[in-house]
Nanobody, 121 residues
Framework: QVQLVESGGGLVQAGGSLRLSCAASGRTFISYAMGWFRQAPGKEREFVAAIDWSGGTTYADSVKGRFTITRDNAKNMVFLRMNSLKPEDTAVYYC???????????????WGQGTQVTVSS
C-alpha cells in the first residue's frame, strides 16, 4: 500500500522560506516521477513542481526561480524548498506520485493528505 506523508508546512511572513518534505512508503520510488501540487481556498488544485527518475525538474511559471524540488532516493523522500514566499502561495500543498514507472505525464494516482502553508503579508 503506497503512502505519501507531507510535513513542513506552517505560517511564514512574505519573503520568508519553508521546506516541505514528503515521505513515501509502500514501494521504492526511484523509478517514478514525484510531484507537488497545491490548492488554495476556493480554487482548483494546481501543479507546482515535478521531478522525474533522473532528476529532471519542471515548475509552474508562478514558482519558477523561487521553488526548488529535490529528491533523496535512498530515503524515499521528495522535498520542496520554497523561497521568497508570497501571500498568493498560501494553500494546502500535496505530494503525489503516478502508478507507472518512467511516466512523466500529468496523471498522478497517489496523494498525500496535504500540509498547510500560510504566507502573511
Amino acid at each position: 500500500q503506497v503512502q505519501l506523508v507531507e510535513s513542513g508546512g506552517g505560517l511564514v511572513q512574505a519573503g520568508g522560506s519553508l521546506r516541505l518534505s514528503c515521505a513515501a512508503s509502500g514501494r521504492t520510488f526511484i523509478s517514478y516521477a514525484m510531484g507537488w501540487f497545491r490548492q488554495a481556498p476556493g480554487k482548483e488544485r494546481e501543479f507546482v513542481a515535478a521531478i522525474d527518475w533522473s532528476g529532471g525538474t519542471t515548475y509552474a511559471d508562478s514558482v519558477k526561480g523561487r521553488f526548488t524540488i529535490t529528491r533523496d532516493n535512498a530515503k524515499n523522500m521528495v522535498f520542496l524548498r520554497m523561497n521568497s514566499l508570497k501571500p498568493e502561495d498560501t494553500a494546502v500543498y500535496y505530494c503525489a506520485a503516478p502508478k507507472t514507472p518512467y511516466y512523466d505525464g500529468s496523471r498522478y494516482d497517489y496523494w498525500g493528505q496535504g500540509t498547510q502553508v500560510t504566507v502573511s503579508s
